[in-house]
């Protein structure tokens, strides 16, 4: 008995030590934030105030609706290079600081126009917003940079670093001694560029739809082979291709072709590459002339999705003939007909007197098959008729 109370008291008590201090090491809290040298913590705004020189650790996280201010006075310069981040809310920059571990940003990232900050051979991730005050720097070396929310103010891009830019880049200055990427989808304004010897290229996404059927024309009923094909001819992946058939137009569809096809996925990985191309091919019976449009689409990596009408390519129409019964077969008019009498000549009875006739017969057979004694105008034996 002693030895359960035991048991259950020590694993109560490592719940009660152990989890709270995961949950510190993880989560900037006060806690947290008063731990590291020199730093102070504002309640009502849920602010950790810090010297960038004592910010340790292998990795802190900065949730939503807190506040990380990184400021010396005067300001100096700090380098992290065993601190990895996570930003889901504010992480301001008041000092010179440098960025060696990755950072992935879902928040704020805030420079102050007396601050910089720098991202030195690593990866960074932007979801959130990078930008700040007016005169702002946010320096960019040897490193890979895939931005998928929103930069702004002065970027300066050095030594071989890449920038995959898939969202929104609205700079003041762009100093450029790399190279900047902008994918399909993306936004990219920039008012000042201070060309080093790098490089911004654009990319382009597009698809191409080709619907060949096989006959084109015939008797119906029609087996028609319907070969469709989509092929990526522009400069990025794309994800989630398919092909959507329609018979009128493109209000409804009454196939949609998606992977795997029956030819081309090079990788088996569902995945429309750059030159590939996609073939199905489906079979349908066709009583009368038909048109059918083949819609084409496909995911770029911003989420973009390319497909009619912005990409005119995508969608391609083709057209079956098939003859009517009527003009299949060969039909023989009836004689003309001459009548010198007026009267018309005798072509069968309406639908109404063939109805009549038929009853009148019904009636009959009917009066056919009642026993003769049971008429009432016929005389029943040993009756006298009336009159005599």
């Known amino acids: 008995m002693r030895r359960s109370i ?30 590291f040298t020199g730093a102070w913590w504002d309640e009502p705004t849920s602010t950790c105030f810090v010297p960038g020189d004592s910010l340790t650790g292998p990795h802190l996280t900065v949730p939503a609706g807190v506040t990380l201010r990184v400021r010396d006075e005067p300001p100096q310069v ?10 889901d809310g504010v992480l301001r920059i008041e000092t010179a600081l440098t960025l060696m571990q990755p950072i992935t940003n879902r928040g704020t990232v805030d420079v102050a126009s007396y601050g910089h900050l720098t991202f030195l051979d690593t990866g960074v991730a932007n979801h959130g917003v990078i930008g700040g005050d007016v005169g702002a720097d946010t320096v960019v070396r040897g490193s890979i940079f895939r931005n998928y929310g929103t930069i702004s103010r002065r970027v300066e891009v050095w ?19 790399a190279t900047w990427i902008n994918h399909c989808g993306s936004s990219y304004s920039v008012a000042a560029v201070i060309d080093e010897d790098g490089t911004v290229s654009t ?15 015939g008797e119906p009923p029609l087996i028609v082979d319907w070969a469709i094909s989509l092929t990526n001819d522009g400069d990025e992946e794309l994800a989630d291709p398919q092909v959507v058939l329609s018979a009128d ?9 998606t992977g795997p096809p029956a030819a081309g996925d090079a990788g088996s990985d569902g995945v429309l590459g ?11 019976e066709e009583l009368a002339d038909v048109t059918v449009n083949a819609t084409g689409s496909g995911v770029a990596p911003t989420g973009l999705v390319v497909t009619f009408p912005d990409d005119p390519e995508a969608r391609a129409v083709a057209t079956v003939s098939v003859a009517s019964a009527t003009s299949s077969t060969t039909t023989v008019a009836p004689a003309a007909t001459t009548s010198t009498t007026g009267v018309l000549p005798f072509t ?16 009959v057979g009917l009066a056919l098959l009642v026993p003769a004694r049971w008429w009432p105008w016929v005389p029943r034996r040993g009756t006298k008729r009336s009159g005599r």
């Not at 069968?348 to 009636?363: C, H, I, P, R």
Request: glycine letters at 4%.
């Open 78 to 87: 700090a380098t992290l290079d065993a601190l990895t981040i996570d930003v």
């Open 203 to 217: 990319l382009d996404c597009s698809i191409v739809t080709i619907i060949d059927p096989a006959p084109t024309s």
């Open 159 to 177: 030594d071989s670093t890449v920038v995959h830019n898939y969202g929104t880049a609205n700079l003041d200055v762009l100093v450029l001694d």
């Open 348 to 363: 069968g009875f309406e639908q109404e007197s063939t109805t009549v006739v038929a009853l009148a017969l019904v009636v």
């Open 249 to 257: 137009g493109g209000t409804s569809s009454f196939e949609t072709l």
């Open 274 to 284: 750059v030159d590939e191309t996609w073939s199905w091919t489906v079979q349908t």
């Open 6 to 35: 035991a048991t259950v008291l020590l694993l109560v008590g490592a719940q009660v030590l152990f989890v709270p201090a995961v949950a510190r090491a993880a989560d900037l809290d006060q806690p947290t934030c008063e731990a």
